[in-house]
């Protein structure tokens, strides 16, 4: 810890505090000041200017990384009759129905995305406190409950890097972006697919400024202020 202490503190003197950041600028100093030994992953944190206790300000979405997210995505989909053989055909890891609701409330839960048919929801449902804290549990606002002839595309879609956002308690948006291994302009595409998704997502009961404020920052490393303007531009771009 005190090593890790040390590094982080190395790390910190490359960052000017107070200073807010260009989108491009904040990536290079942010690869710059990752030191673990291990491939940190890039995320993003977004403060925003709603009310999470109200119905109407709720922000969720969906945004679609072009260069995914540098690990293997590991897919489970709860289907059965023609929809299990369309999701094994398609190339889902796990696929099927009781057997797999019984396996996740004995305490399995070796996979990174879950998808559902509608017709399996009500055998699911039971899965809301293990699969709702992790954020794996298959919803019809995030696209992760669908027919059966949509499930290719989707499975596609969470290969590619298909990264899930969501209002928290604090007001906050937390989503990744990558690793540190990647190139920096492969992280700013990311990024900017997760900008256009956020803006996108702005329910109609927002008012006033929807993100107040956006950092970056890496597994292990310090927060970097972005400046706004330029990163919300990166929407129209």
């Not at 596609?156 to 890097?161: F, H, I, L, S, T």
């Not at 956002?165 to 900017?192: C, Q, W, Y």
Request: hydrophobic share 40%; net charge positive.
């Amino acid at each position: 810890m005190v090593r890790q202490g040390k590094n982080y503190q190395e790390a910190v003197k490359l960052l000017e505090k107070t200073r807010a950041y260009p989108p491009q600028e904040a990536i290079e100093l942010a690869k710059k000041m990752a030191y673990a030994q291990f491939d940190e992953t890039v995320e993003l944190h977004l403060r925003m200017g709603v009310d999470p206790r109200n119905a109407s300000q709720q922000v969720r979405g969906v945004a679609l990384l072009p260069h995914g997210l540098g690990k293997p995505v590991r897919v489970l989909v709860f289907a059965q009759g023609e929809a299990e053989t369309i999701a094994k055909t398609a190339g889902a890891d796990y696929v099927g129905g009781d057997e797999l609701v019984k396996k996740i409330e004995e305490g399995w839960l070796d996979f990174d995305t879950t998808i559902a048919t509608p017709d399996m929801m009500a055998k699911v449902g039971k899965l809301g406190k293990v699969l709702g804290r992790k954020g794996l549990m298959p919803n019809p606002k995030s696209g992760t409950v669908v027919a059966a002839a949509d499930l290719p595309r989707v499975i596609g879609d969470a290969r590619k890097g298909r990264v899930e956002f969501k209002l928290d308690r604090t007001a906050i948006i937390h989503v990744p972006l990558g690793k540190v291994s990647f190139e920096d302009d492969k992280l700013m595409d990311n990024l900017t697919a997760v900008i256009e998704a956020v803006i996108k997502a702005k329910p109609s009961g927002a008012k006033g400024h929807y993100v107040k404020t956006a950092s970056l920052t890496t597994t292990m490393g310090p927060g970097i202020k972005l400046d706004l303007k330029p990163t919300l531009a990166l929407s129209s771009s």
